[in-house]
């Protein structure tokens, strides 16, 4: 008898032996195939730090410049890196500036160092603004939409460090929109600061992907190159949903607007409101006419964000997107609906912005005489196509699937 319950006792032990060491190889392969953390190009100081020593260092930063809790400024200072200009770009330093308002100069409270506006009338560094420079480096965070002004500002940086021989390194960090590809692409003919490249409106691109796109297709002035060195993260892939640690500008304040931001921008150029001066932007739609919609908000003047907003201190009415699902990607349905809704030739408030924003007039031609969103989104796919080809080239990280 007592030989039999301990047979019994040994089996039922090996049997849990057995499932405790299938579980524990479970998690082995669990953990093998588990993506390592994501470290920003910033934090990653062994790769760059030694090519800083002795240098003569400007930096292109504003508010989402952070290393962890302190920003790259403080950081690079209290590893001895000499720096001696700080460049600001849409919205300042300290990310503070209304959309579109102009930037001043000045000094920097707490480090005294001189920061110089690369917005308003002063977008490219001059001569003189990189006279005593060695090195350029450029940590912003990026939303992926050909019309965010932050790859412009970078653009433009690229070409001054090309022209006078400035060495530039991006510190790269994810791209909220680096998931898909989207949109129409720029004409040429209608290059601006809201949109100076061949891309899409969703450009699937990292910065520092897109600096090397710049660089290597030689879309700089005189087909020049950038002496450039791009700071890859660690455990970024292009699937990385990443909730960005700090909203890169006034009213992009969460992940929604970031989500939304390159399909409601459309709108800004209208008789719209996107949601400025509110707690929500670019996650409503509305007009002063009760017949849009049930949901209602009231644009107010918000100092930093949105100083005088459009429809101020009227009741607008539409739609709350607010509970949309995350990760929605671009479309054109909000702008087809209210174009139709509106019907009107004075829906659009400026067709040059408009047309600058689309990339073209085809995308506004199309609206007015009636085209589905289907027969408009079929228009791009030849030359989306080609891009997509183009920006396999640049990649630095693995593709989203």
Known sequence: MFLWVQNKYDMKRLLVLSIFSV?????????EHKEPPLTIGAALFQNYLPLLKNKNIALIVNQTSMVGNTHLVDTLLSKGI???????????FRGSADAGEHVEDGVDVKTNIPIVSLYGDHKKPTEDDLATIDIVIFDIQ????????????????????AEQNKKF????RPNPNGHYIAGPILDMNYKSFVGMHPIPIVHGLTIGEFALMINEEEWLTDKAHCDLNVVKMMGYTHNTRYELPVKPSPNLPNKRSIDLYPSLCLLEPTVMSIGRGTPFPFQVVGYPDSTYGNFSFKPVSIIGASKYPKHENESCYGEDLREMPTNTKFSISWLIKYYQEYSDSSFFTSKSFFDKLAGNSILREQLQHGLSQMEIEESWEIELEKY??????????????
Do not use: W
């Open 23 to 31: 579980l524990t190889i479970a998690c082995q392969i669990k953990n």
């Open 82 to 92: 000499n720096i001696v200009k700080i460049f600001a770009p849409e919205h300042g």
């Open 142 to 161: 990026d939303v992926g939409v050909r019309f965010y002004t932050y790859i412009s500002t970078m653009h433009l940086a690229m070409e001054a460090c």
């Open 169 to 172: 390194i991006v510190l790269d």
């Open 388 to 401: 997509a080809l183009l920006r396999k080239k640049h990649l630095l990280y693995p593709d989203f699937n």
